[in-house]
């Protein structure tokens, strides 16, 4: 039976699901899992589209919406660590 125009493929499906699929999508070593998720609207829902239901990382509305992590002055300045000095002071990126 031909497909119907629009409608994907088996072989298509069975591609997402195993490269692309919230499921399969693994974080990087070493990574904090979790850190930005829902901190952006799913643009996906937002169409009515989104086919990973709870499982997607993104908001599914304003209510789920949760803020972005702050990373400034998150690290320890390599100078300072070194030579317990920085010449920026508190100007350091670091």
Same mark, same amino acid.
């Given at each position: ?15 997402? #699901? ?23 609207l ?16 993104f908001a ?20 300072? #660590? ?5 010449? #920026? ?6």
């Amino acid at each position: 039976m031909p497909r119907v125009s629009g409608e994907p493929s088996a072989v298509a499906v069975e591609r997402w #699901a195993t490269c692309c699929s919230a499921a399969a999508v693994k974080p990087p070593v070493g990574s904090q899992p979790g850190v930005f998720e829902r901190t952006r609207l799913c643009r996906f829902y937002a169409a009515g589209e989104c086919l990973q239901g709870s499982l997607c990382t993104f908001a599914h509305g304003d209510s789920q919406l949760l803020p972005r992590p702050v990373f400034f002055k998150s690290k320890v300045c390599p100078t300072f #660590a070194r030579y317990g000095d920085c010449s #920026a002071g508190s100007a350091c990126k670091f």
